[in-house]
């Protein structure tokens, strides 16, 4: 059994920052496949950022590159999101998802098996 548990969002200003982490428990973690997907009011779930199971890569959507930074610890069996120079548009349940299945980058939804219950982060202007 794999479990997700997500913490960290919250209501922040415009060029803020925020990190959220996403505990991963079951013994498969340290051979997952994790990811950061976003659903904002009305719209889509839609792919935010994505890491292979040691770390060592890690690919982004076009809309956050170069703000956003996805990274885990394997000790900690936990993902990361550090999230800065938010924007209004940023505001999203934000959900992370594991493949224990798989040791590469997954960039759909469709390629995860697991997932949280989400986090509400919300930027004003």
């Known amino acids: 059994q794999v479990q997700l548990v997500e913490s960290g969002g919250g209501l922040v200003q415009a060029g803020g920052s925020l990190r959220l982490s996403c505990a991963i428990s079951?013994?498969?973690?340290?051979?997952?496949?994790s990811g950061w997907f976003r659903q904002a009011p009305g719209k889509e779930r839609e792919f935010v950022a994505a890491?292979?199971?040691?770390?060592?890569?890690?690919y982004y959507a076009d809309s956050v590159k170069g703000r956003f930074t996805i990274s885990r610890d394997n000790a900690k069996k936990t993902v990361y999101l550090q999230m800065n120079s938010l924007k209004p548009e940023d505001t999203a349940v934000y959900y992370c998802?594991?493949?224990?299945?798989?040791?590469?980058?997954?960039?759909?939804?469709?390629?995860?098996?697991?997932w949280g219950q989400g986090t509400q982060v919300t930027v004003s202007s």
């Open positions: 998802a594991a493949n224990p299945g798989s040791l590469e980058l997954l960039l759909s939804s469709i390629e995860y098996d697991y």
């Open positions: 079951g013994r498969t973690f340290i051979s997952s496949a």
């Open positions: 890491i292979n199971w040691s770390g060592g890569r890690t």
